[in-house]
């Protein structure tokens, strides 16, 4: 397979000798390095951090506080006041904090040493739960998206799907397994206390949110920010907004990292002692997909519940400037790629004749493809540049072409035959069948009709 170079600067390799270490970022900080490596290196577009000049917008300094009271009210009255402050955040950023939420502040510590063990234990420990295969029960990696992103993060991973199936005890690292139990049981109560008063702020029965099962499902992210050589080089975490319908955050206090896109605007979030950082989730608000799918995507977009009432507000994480290791633990309440059947929709309290639903009814699974193919064509993208540059044509001349204005998603399923060797994808040259073996986290990339001109 041929690879990308740019000067001497051979990306493909370099990304696959880094994968292979599996050691990850936290791997390169123990080597010494000096310098952040190519593969780190981001667009000055990604990097910008503008502030708003505005003094329309001064007043705005980062996203809203609310005491949650321990989740013991005196009087309704005090209920109403949060859930008055929680569709006011909701409908603004998309972002709140909570303080006194009911989570023994213990427990957030013990949970966050647990993510420093993991991540600062020898790397022979580490190394046997390494994988880009995101169907294991527990997987740490670096960069989910190592391959096909424009640039890596600085940060490594570990994640586990926690609910509706929990994992075995045996299939978690000893030295986490405990405080990964205890903890995700906590953000699910939490997490259905703040559905009831989502629900609430929308309008709706305080269960309406649970009773379709919008916290039935809950994966635990847990990232580690090793102190970065060059932060102004690169990212934590790049731009995105959560596929999950709500996102409980538990943040480290060592320094401000997280910011969150509002007006075209990035805002700091201070970490606030004791708290923990909730966010709304595509699946909770529904944005439209920007691009054009053709075929059986062609219509879908993300999902709907609110029918655009509250925000999904795009948000990352700055590298880390401190000496000392940042961690986050992020847990998502999302089925995720797990089986659920379930439709979801515009709740029907919340359309109208004035106001019509914006989206159709579609599945978890169909919202986890189309941001897929969102991916993949941001990566058609960068290969039509490259393609362009290598017919010795302007950059983006095969865009201007419209060549990348639609996509064809095709998803096969093989199942196994009765034979002693498989094979799998073959490509015709010179007469001859070549097999193409499988690289981990790879695509494969092949040159169309239209593009060849038969």
């Avoid at 799907?161 to 075995?168: L, S, V």
């Avoid at 799998?424 to 040159?447: E, I, K, S």
Wanted: aromatic share 8%; proline share 7%.
């Amino acid at each position: 397979m041929e690879t990308t170079k740019i000067g001497s600067f051979d990306r493909i390799s370099e990304l696959k000798a880094f994968d292979e270490t599996k050691t990850g970022v936290k791997g390169l900080v123990d080597a010494g390095i000096t310098q952040l490596p190519r593969i780190f290196h981001d667009s000055p577009s990604n990097l910008a951090n503008p502030k708003p000049p505005s003094s329309d917008l001064l007043h705005l300094t980062t996203i809203p506080t609310i005491d949650l009271e321990g989740r013991v009210f005196e009087d309704e009255t005090k209920r109403k006041n949060m859930v008055d402050g929680i569709r006011d955040a909701a409908e603004k950023w998309g972002f709140f904090q909570v303080v006194n939420h009911g989570v023994p502040l213990d427990l957030l510590e013990r949970m966050k040493d647990g993510v420093r063990r993991f991540n600062e234990q020898a790397p022979e420990v580490k190394k046997q739960y390494y994988s880009r295969d995101f169907r294991r029960e527990f997987v740490y990696t670096s960069n989910f998206d190592l391959y096909t992103s424009s640039a890596a993060c600085w940060r490594d991973t570990f994640s586990c799907y926690m609910a509706p199936n929990p994992p075995k005890p045996q299939d978690l690292p000893a030295i986490c397994r405990d405080v990964m139990l205890e903890y995700s049981k906590q953000a699910m109560s939490l997490g259905e206390f703040l559905f009831e008063l989502i629900s609430e702020a929308l309008g709706l029965n305080p269960n309406h949110l649970k009773d379709i099962d919008c916290s039935k499902g809950l994966r635990m992210l847990c990232h580690y920010y090793p102190p970065c050589p060059e932060p102004d080089l690169t990212l934590g975490t790049t731009k995105h907004s959560d596929i999950a319908f709500l996102t409980v955050l538990l943040p480290d206090q060592i320094e401000e990292g997280l910011q969150v896109l509002r007006e075209g605007y990035w805002f700091d979030v201070p970490p606030v002692p004791g708290a923990l950082i909730i966010n709304v989730g595509d699946l909770l608000q529904a944005s439209s997909c920007s691009q054009s799918i053709n075929a059986f995507c062609s219509d879908l977009s993300q999902l709907l519940v609110t029918n655009d009432k509250f925000i999904s507000s795009e948000h990352r994480v700055l590298a880390n400037r401190a000496t000392k290791a940042r961690v986050s633990v992020g847990c998502f309440f999302t089925t995720g790629i797990r089986p659920n059947p379930r439709i979801y929709g515009p709740i029907g309290e919340l359309v109208s004749e004035n106001n019509p639903p914006k989206y159709r009814e579609i599945t978890v699974k169909e919202e986890v493809m189309i941001e897929y193919s969102k991916e993949v064509m941001k990566v058609g993208k960068m290969l039509f540049q490259l393609l362009s540059e290598a017919l010795g044509l302007n950059t983006n001349h095969l865009k201007d072409m419209d060549c990348t204005n639609s996509l064809l998603l095709l998803g096969h399923f093989y199942p196994p035959v009765l034979q002693e060797q498989v094979g799998g994808l073959q490509v015709l040259h010179d007469q001859y069948w070549v097999d193409v073996p499988t690289v981990p986290g790879a695509l494969v990339v092949n040159v169309g009709d239209l593009l060849q001109d038969n």
